[in-house]
């Protein structure tokens, strides 16, 4: 079984399978090495599971086509985190893909009254928000979602109106994540 969610990981692991088949690697050899793969770090990487919630660092995901993928690979209610600077992008298909694949969503940075108004006029009563920050969207998505359901720092923006990178991006979701994870241990 494949760890890594979504159809583009499927279709990547089936060609690096028949890639490893083509140089002489056993069939066992090949499903030991599919087993074992991960994500890399900020790419759909499952960081935590929280009181039944899955929380997914996708920091890397900067371009609007990057979240809609990691929004069509998730299964369970969907709770985003998007947004960051603004590079001047059509924002319609991924606010297409957000109403059409999240149980909500909470915009943070720059582009978080963009985001939110394209999202509403799609569909109007959409369960989403704006936020000056990263943390306060993740902790609204926290305080909505539900066991079973996953929150994802995919934010189809850059990150230089917060953070230096996608790396201290992610960085910081997992820290905030860690610190949820730690108020909730008894």
């Known amino acids: 079984t494949l760890k890594a969610p ?39 990487e499952l960081v935590a599971v929280v009181a039944g ?26 709770w985003l985190l998007a947004g960051g600077s603004d590079k001047g992008i059509d924002f319609q298909p991924l606010t297409a893909a957000i109403a059409a694949c999240a149980v909500g969503a909470a915009f943070y940075g720059a582009v978080r ?4 108004s394209q999202v509403i006029a799609r569909v109007p009563g959409f369960c ?4 000056p920050t990263m943390a306060e ?21 850059a990150s230089h109106d917060q953070f230096q990178n996608f790396r201290q991006r992610g960085v910081r979701f997992v820290e905030l994540v ?7 241990k008894p």
Do not use: M
């Open 178 to 184: 860690r610190k949820l994870s730690d108020q909730r």
């Open 128 to 131: 989403c928000t704006t936020a």
């Open 6 to 44: 979504g159809e583009h990981n499927r279709i990547n692991a089936v060609c690096a399978a028949t890639a490893a088949a083509g140089v002489g690697c056993s069939a066992e050899a090949i499903r030991r090495g599919l087993t074992c793969f991960s994500n890399l770090p900020q790419r759909l």
């Open 53 to 78: 919630r899955r929380f997914y660092n996708d920091s890397s995901a900067t371009t609007p086509e990057s979240t809609i993928v990691a929004l069509r690979s998730l299964e369970g209610g969907i």
């Open 113 to 116: 009254e963009t985001l939110r």
């Open 137 to 157: 969207a993740l902790d609204w998505c926290w305080q909505r979602s539900r066991p079973g359901e996953c929150i994802v720092l995919s934010p189809a923006c």
